[in-house]
Structures are given as structure tokens and as C-alpha cells.
Nanobody, 115 residues
Framework: QVRLVESGGGLVQPGGSLRLSCVASGSILSINRMGWYRQAPGKQREWVAYFTTFGNTNYADSVKGRFTISRDNAKNTIYLQVTSLKPEDTAVYYC?????????WGQGTQVTVSS
């Protein structure tokens, strides 16, 4: 069983920043293949950023240059630094394995961008 716990979301004004965290535990061999996803109201869940096989990173076009994914293997934690936030970034943010997510999802962390 996999346990994923996201945190760090909140209400921010357009242009603001947040740092999201995800602690992974349980039957996870490595956080090196993890990524971040988000789901906006009324929309399907989409990937936002992930680590590639060779340790590089990849970002959705909509967040490129504004979001940064990182990790601390010693803490089994991945992060998502989100900056220059826009109202369209409003969503629940989740971490999970990429490209094939684990069946167990965390509760996510809500990011709301509004003035």
C-alpha cells in the first residue's frame, strides 16, 4: 500500500507563490519516478510536472517557467514550487507516480488563485 500526503496549498493572489510538498511512504520503491498532477473543478486530472527516467524534469506547457519540481530522497518528499500564479492554476494538486500512477491517491492540496 502506498501513502501520499500533500500539503502547502492555500489561497493566494494572482502573481503569488506557494511551495507544495508531498511525503511518500509505504510500498514505494523510489520517489525518482514521481510527479505532480492537478484537477480543476469540472475538468479531468492532468499532469503538471514529473521527473524523467534520467533524473531530468518535464513540465506541462501551461506551467513551464513558473513551476519547479524538486525532491529530497532522504525525506521521501517531492516539492512543487509554484510562482507567478494565475487564476487558471486553481485546482487540487496531487503527487503520484508518473506516467502510471499508483491506485492510491492522496487527499491532495487545494490551491486557489483569486484576488
Amino acid at each position: 500500500q502506498v501513502r501520499l500526503v500533500e500539503s502547502g496549498g492555500g489561497l493566494v493572489q494572482p502573481g503569488g507563490s506557494l511551495r507544495l510538498s508531498c511525503v511518500a511512504s509505504g510500498s514505494i520503491l523510489s520517489i525518482n519516478r514521481m510527479g505532480w498532477y492537478r484537477q480543476a473543478p469540472g475538468k479531468q486530472r492532468e499532469w503538471v510536472a514529473y521527473f524523467t527516467t534520467f533524473g531530468n524534469t518535464n513540465y506541462a506547457d501551461s506551467v513551464k517557467g513558473r513551476f519547479t519540481i524538486s525532491r529530497d530522497n532522504a525525506k521521501n518528499t517531492i516539492y512543487l514550487q509554484v510562482t507567478s500564479l494565475k487564476p487558471e492554476d486553481t485546482a487540487v494538486y496531487y503527487c503520484n507516480r508518473y506516467p502510471v500512477p499508483y491506485d492510491d491517491w492522496g487527499q491532495g492540496t487545494q490551491v486557489t488563485v483569486s484576488s
